[in-house]
């Protein structure tokens, strides 16, 4: 038998093992074609069926209200850092953004080389470790941008930003995009690279409200431009089929498993069993984000020594429990326990934690 193991990594990350199964005893014949996905036009009524059908599932699943589009689109969740305030920030005009860990920086950084940009709150000085206490909002802001689930620092909001009347508000849901039901009405638009929670890397999935897309400006490069994106149904130009066709298989599974409300109880579950790890653990394990705003999609903690955090590393991979190395700027452990990563992976890991301690607290 191919050996799995348990896979950890904050992106791309793990599949669901039925998802891959599946897409590999379809690989060499999709639905009698006698070719692959990769082999299709994607102008084929077989591919129409699969970005029809991928829709239709998200829709569904995040009960999408029908004045909003879904795009299917490329160069990932930077590309939406400049994509939204060329789009939805008219000239002149600036928008608010809520910094919060490393994305929510990286999308202000990249908004200001194009306009007025202003910071309605940073956690920055503390660390990046909680929610803001508060936010200075700006009544006349083109939109209010917010990151729902730091990646890196593992801070997630459970309950949106209220922003002023009238300002449309954004969301970079990479990381916990379909992780849990949301109330997509809150939004004017919702962006996520699918490579976390949603599929493959090479698509990014963009749910616009119609009248934002109305906003987009004249004479923007075709390729930066929703409203020729949406209006094509993603096929202006040849899209990412074959990571298209996997979330369409990513959003079934997510189906067969309850939907979101049902994921979102099991992700809550997983969660439990790595945060009891390191509140039980007398102060050997230090979790980094503040429990009213820990995430329960990716985990960073800390060990006492760099030196027992590399030890860890090495342990783990030895148990077969993969891609546990923080990123560079927390340092110390990162566990990504996106939706494929199963119960059982979680309980591998909370054992792990605690045999460690056992014989290194
Ligand atoms: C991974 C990630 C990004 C960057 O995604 P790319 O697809 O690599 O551009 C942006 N925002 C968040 C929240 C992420 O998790």
Redesign the pocket.
């Known amino acids: 038998m191919t050996k799995r193991v348990f896979n950890f990594n904050p992106?791309p990350a793990a599949l669901p093992l039925e998802v891959l199964e599946q897409a590999q005893a379809e690989m060499l014949d999709f639905k009698g074609t006698g070719m692959s996905v990769m082999e299709i036009s994607h102008r084929s009524k077989e591919f129409e069926s699969v970005i029809q059908t991928a829709e239709a599932d998200l829709r569904e699943l995040m009960g999408i209200p029908a004045n909003y589009k879904v795009m299917f689109l490329q160069g990932?969740?930077?590309?939406q850092f400049s994509m939204i305030p060329m789009n939805l920030r008219a000239a002149g005009a600036s928008a608010d953004y809520i910094v919060t860990g490393t994305?929510s920086k990286?999308a202000v950084k990249e908004a200001k080389k194009l306009g007025a940009t202003r910071v309605a709150a940073n956690t920055e000085a503390d660390g990046f470790k909680g929610l803001p206490a508060s936010l200075d909002l700006d009544p006349k802001a083109a939109y209010l941008h917010f990151?729902s689930?730091?990646?890196i620092h593992g801070v997630e909001f459970f309950k949106e930003p209220v922003p002023p009347a009238g300002v449309p508000l954004v969301c970079?849901s990479?990381?916990d995009f379909i992780s849990h039901p949301i109330d997509v009405s809150k939004y004017a638009l919702i962006y996520a690279?699918a490579?976390?929670n949603a599929g493959p890397?090479g698509v990014?999935i963009v749910i616009e409200r119609d009248d934002m897309i109305e906003r987009t400006p004249e004479n923007l490069p075709v390729m930066l431009d929703y409203k020729i994106m949406a209006t094509s149904g993603s096929l202006h130009n040849t899209p990412p089929c074959w990571s298209i066709y996997m979330v369409g298989l990513v959003l079934q599974w997510v189906k067969k498993m309850g939907g979101l409300t049902a994921i979102e109880k099991t992700n809550r579950t997983k969660a439990e069993l790595i945060y009891n790890a390191i509140d039980n653990s007398g102060g050997f394990y230090r979790g980094h984000a503040l429990p009213d705003a820990r995430s329960i999609m990716n985990i960073p903690f800390r060990l006492p020594s760099e030196e027992l955090e590399d030890a860890f590393v090495k342990e783990a991979k030895k148990n077969d429990l993969i891609g546990l190395k923080g990123h560079r700027s927390v340092g110390g452990m990162r566990a990504s326990i996106y939706n494929a990563m199963t119960v059982e992976g979680a309980q591998a890991l909370a054992n792990f934690m605690a045999e460690f301690q056992k014989k290194n607290g």
């Open positions: 992106g990932g969740a930077h590309l994305w990286t990151t689930n730091e990646t970079d990479s990381s690279g490579q976390k890397s990014t």
